[in-house]
């Protein structure tokens, strides 16, 4: 775990400076999560964390095409997938998704702009459900206390996940 908790730190930074998660990054926690699980693992584990890494993606690519997660946000959850398997992943990402929520209602809580937000997200709900058109979701990269960065919360799940938490 501690060269993903290392990649993670990385992440974080250009995630937060730059708003991008490097390929690189993502690319160095993947290889060295099969390699360290071609070590310890038989093959048909690799077959197995095959099978999760395409599940995996296959469940949160809808939310990139909604423009709600980014796709360096899929690779991210996808590289942990490499370290973290079964029940354990699940509660990893449930845990991910529940501290983004909570991030999302204080940034609400705190700033104008993000309760514009929330109004936004309602019509675009409404259209959603009375129309069945699914349009591409807007986020303003300028408006950054709408942002979330998932990097954050994900590597809080991930810290707590070590420590035993959960």
């Known amino acids: 775990m501690g060269i993903l908790i290392g990649v993670f730190c990385v992440v974080i930074f250009m995630d937060w400076r730059f708003y991008r998660i490097p390929n690189a990054c993502i690319v160095i926690g993947i290889v060295a999560g099969l390699i360290l699980r071609?070590?310890?693992y038989?093959?048909?584990?690799?077959?197995?964390?095959l099978g999760t890494v395409v599940v995996v993606f296959?469940?949160?690519?809808?939310?990139?095409?909604?423009?709600?997660?980014?796709?360096?946000?899929?690779?991210l959850f996808i590289m942990v997938?490499?370290?973290i398997k079964g029940e354990q992943l699940m509660r990893y990402l449930l845990v991910t998704m529940l501290l983004?929520?909570?991030?999302?209602?204080?940034?609400?809580?705190?700033?104008?702009?993000?309760?514009?937000?929330?109004?936004?997200?309602?019509?675009?709900?409404r259209k959603v459900v009375m129309t069945g058109a699914m349009d591409e979701y807007q986020v303003d990269k300028k408006q950054r206390n709408c942002i979330i960065?998932?990097?954050?919360?994900?590597?809080?799940?991930?810290?707590?996940?070590?420590?035993?938490i959960y």
Do not use: Q
């Open 38 to 40: 071609s070590v310890t």
């Open 42 to 49: 038989p093959v048909i584990e690799l077959i197995e964390l």
């Open 58 to 75: 296959l469940f949160l690519y809808p939310f990139y095409l909604l423009g709600a997660l980014g796709a360096g946000d899929i690779k």
């Open 81 to 83: 997938a490499c370290y």
């Open 100 to 125: 983004a929520a909570v991030i999302s209602i204080l940034k609400m809580v705190l700033y104008e702009e993000s309760r514009a937000r929330l109004f936004y997200l309602g019509k675009y709900v």
């Open 149 to 164: 960065r998932l990097s954050i919360p994900a590597f809080i799940s991930l810290l707590l996940l070590c420590t035993g």
